[in-house]
């Protein structure tokens, strides 16, 4: 199953249904930045960082040209609007730094990533260049769509916390950002864990693993590739239900019991 057009359809909606209904706890957070006032010196490589986290997203789903108004759209899908001269000029920054390639096209002018995005790199480092807020959304996004599609108890749970995971697993790597506010990032963490712990502390070690790590995880970090995999991964999550069902039963319960305290 191709599901690379799925995947590329950010679905904001599905997102708030799923902290709606499940985890009012990341009703304000899951797609919240705190990053460095606009009127911050810093402000410019900011917008840079962010052009270049969609472009990772689009790599991503091997879609590597991006023209100049789909890149105006995008950005104010995920960051604050910004106009499309503004979108230019950094556009034309990175394009002679020799981060991003121009390829004119008639009227249309296509931008693409010049180098192949580093992989298993360390997040220190690769959120100084790339924004991960895109392809955390997105990702998110695809997994609370499937949310909506599944019904059994067991794998309903599995696919909550592997939304949990890519929430938590964003924030982290924002802590990591050099335009982030550090500590705004870390009280959010904080705020999150206790209950993200709750959730997973009795599961086994390699469900958890495979959860958080591997779902919950973008590709540049480990995680495994969405795109030409679905099937493999949706009959694995089916698997671990039923062979750790004894399990999650014993962890949902658990649950249950520490909220009504």
């Known amino acids: 199953m ?8 950010c679905d904001f909606q599905a997102i708030r249904e799923y902290v709606e209904n499940r985890e009012p706890l990341l009703r304000n957070i899951w797609n919240q930045t705190m ?12 917008h840079e960082n962010h052009l270049l986290g969609i472009f990772l997203w689009y790599y ?3 879609k590597e040209d991006v023209t100049t108004e789909r890149l105006e759209e995008e950005y104010g899908k995920f960051f604050q609007h910004v106009s499309r001269s503004t979108i230019s000029t950094y556009l034309n920054q990175l394009e002679k730094q020799g981060v991003l390639t121009k390829n004119r096209q ?4 296509f931008y693409r990533l010049t180098y192949e995005p580093p992989s298993d790199m360390h997040p220190i480092y690769m959120v100084r260049n790339f924004c991960i807020l895109p392809s955390y959304l997105c990702r998110l996004s695809f997994f609370a769509r499937t949310l909506r599609l599944n019904k059994e108890e067991n794998l309903q ?19 990591l950002c ?14 999150i864990m206790n209950d993200y712990r709750a959730k997973t502390e009795l599961l086994p070690k390699e ?4 959860i958080d790590k591997k779902l919950g995880e973008l590709t540049v970090f480990r995680g495994i590739l969405l795109a030409g995999n679905w099937t493999i991964i949706s009959d694995k999550l089916v698997n671990y239900a039923q062979i750790y069902k004894r399990e999650l039963k ?12």
């Open 178 to 191: 050099p335009f982030a506010i550090k500590e705004e990032n870390t009280k959010i963490l904080d705020n």
């Open 207 to 210: 469900l958890f693993t495979y």
């Open 60 to 62: 991503t789903l091997k």
């Open 2 to 9: 191709d599901t690379t057009p799925v995947l590329g359809f």
């Open 250 to 261: 014993f962890q949902r319960e658990a649950l249950a019991r520490r909220q009504k305290l």
């Open 35 to 46: 990053e460095i006032s606009d009127k911050n010196i810093m402000l410019g490589r900011l």
């Open 157 to 175: 749970y599995l696919l909550e916390l592997v939304n949990f995971s890519l929430i938590k697993n964003r924030i982290e790597k924002c802590i």
């Open 106 to 109: 008639g009227k249309q002018v």
